[in-house]
């Protein structure tokens, strides 16, 4: 059988449809799109031809009862006849391709026009090649069929190119006056050739006054205070500072404005993102560094390559490299600020505090610059790494926050100070300052600190110990007693995290069916031999000296109950049922003891 060439057939319809619904994330990018072609196509007459006056403008034009009309013209380099039938007719085929590379014009895909399909039922193209040679008028449908006409050489058809189209009923929205003047500015603000708007008597030059932020970034630094304004009338952002950002790799030019407030790395971002000073997007979360979530961008490139919907960059080694020079930048504002301006610093540190920890984990040379300026919550109140690093040569952390509740009674007494390390990134922040500065680190628990409590011979004691543990019968708690500081701390109850746990379990068995509380009850029974807590009598204050030589059993017993109960307030340890019980039982013999020595008084 012979074999057969075929080619592809194209259904123009499903490839308005891809671009709709898959490719491009609103219908207005077509706004983008006329402007991009108008922009390229002024570039590539500049290359042929030398400077001329460049010239973008959109008309609104609408007659009575009919839908509005929108046309978009260049005086850029247009089309001959044998262009337009190989670009235009062509889908994929770039007309950028005329004279010069790639990377001089924004478009790089031939597909650009074809937006225009999903506002317009038809496309009315009219052009004169600035090459010489008759005006062509190219009518395209959305079935993917299409006229040429080659006009009157007489035609007062100018040189360059002007795209009409007609809304659809469903799309005139897109065609009103100050919807197309804010997609013009939205993608048009900082293009180099001016583009006006005009709607009956409405008219604007969107891109008239340049923002400051470009010459800021190319060094004038005078302009800090007008960034500063533009950020806060045009942007709604009451911006801390303002940073210059400036890269050869990616033909980068650019700010980055530093947040007032707090931000989290999974907020979402928004930097007003520029290729060629035409608008690429608000949400480009591949070139800035992860950890600079603390700042919002305007940034303008000239090396990147965009993908097919121009909507965000390819991956590839210029976008790496213009992505390190970000990072980079921004450190380096960090260093300059830690170098010659601590206060700023602190002020940043204070409000930005986990990305900047971030960058430091990240950078030994970036952590010895800032690590010492972090604030770290510690047993004897706030203070900042360094500055705990000087104090204790042994730096001691807990990662558990009932744990550091437990050990901050008696640490301090002991002349310790230890860490609240259950924020983000305190303990590779510790581990790292260990390592880089030579410090030891210790983790440390409450029952490391119970075991450092100086023991007191219970010879004696036996049978106090005794009546204290039935007094606490079914609590699943242990009393010892021992000497330690604070003295004005009359007991410290330790309860382990596998107690905490086994508390959890029980009280979920309270509300589960029988199924899974007998599943609970085989987990529980991997933590059997740590069901207790350990209640510690300080015999170093003068309430514990007092109970030893208590013989009533029954105020004996309220004694060291509500010692227990003080001893769980004064940890933070949460209060079951049983605890609550005694505390009410032991306020009320209290409170009843108290009248009745009253009532003796009295008698007496």
Known sequence: ??????????????????????????????????????????????????????????????????????????????????????????????????????????????????????????????????????????????????????????????????????????????????????????????????????????????????????????????????????????????????????????????????????????????????????????????????????VRCLLNVDGLHPTASRESFYEDDALKAAREALNAGLRGYIEELAAHDPKRLDALISLHHLPLKALATEDDDFFRLLAPQFSLETSTGRMKLGEYARRSPTLRMVTDLDQFRQIAQVASAYGHSVVNAVYTYDVPLLRAYARLFGHELEEVDAQTYALSLEDVATGGLEGVLARANAALEGLGCEVSVKRFEPAELPALLIVTSERRLLDDIEAAKDVSDDLFSEFLDDYAAEYEEVRVSRLHLNLGHGLVQDLLHVEDGAVFARLVQMMYVQAHLLGHHPLRAEELALLTGGLSDMMRWGLRATRLDTLN
């Open 1 to 294: 059988m012979p074999r057969m060439e075929h080619a592809f057939k194209v259904d123009l319809r499903g490839i308005i449809d891809l671009l709709s619904n898959h490719l491009y994330s609103d219908p207005s990018v077509f706004v983008r799109e006329l402007l991009q072609n108008g922009v390229d196509a002024i570039t590539a007459r500049r290359a042929r031809s030398g400077e001329f006056a460049p010239l973008i403008e959109a008309r609104l034009l609408r007659g009575e009862g009919e839908l509005p009309v929108l046309e978009f013209r260049d005086n850029g380099v247009g089309l001959t006849e044998g262009e337009v039938h190989e670009f235009l007719a062509t889908i994929g085929r770039s007309s950028k391709r005329l004279d010069e590379a790639r990377d001089t014009f924004l478009g790089q895909f031939g597909i650009g026009l074809l937006s225009c399909f999903m506002v317009s039922g038809e496309i009315e193209l009219v052009t004169r090649s600035a090459s010489g040679g008759p005006a062509v008028r190219w009518l395209a449908q959305a079935d993917g069929t299409y006229t040429l006409e080659v006009l009157e050489e007489s035609s007062p058809v100018e040189i360059g190119t002007t795209v009409r189209l007609r809304a659809r009923e469903d799309t005139d929205f897109y065609f009103e006056y100050d919807e197309l003047r804010g997609a013009l500015e939205n993608y048009g603000r900082i293009l180099p050739y001016p583009v006006h708007v005009f709607g009956g008597e409405q008219y604007a030059h969107v891109n008239a006054a340049m923002p400051p932020w470009l010459a800021y970034a190319a060094g004038d630094t005078g302009k800090r205070d007008e960034v500063l304004a533009y950020a806060r009338e045009e942007l709604g952002v009451q911006a801390l500072d303002a940073v210059p950002l400036r890269s050869e790799a990616g033909g980068l030019l650019g700010v980055a404005l530093v947040l007032p407030h707090a931000t989290q790395r999974s907020a979402r971002q928004w930097h007003s993102v520029y290729l060629k000073r035409m608008l690429l997007g608000h949400d480009l979360s591949n070139l800035l560094p992860e950890w600079a979530f603390f």
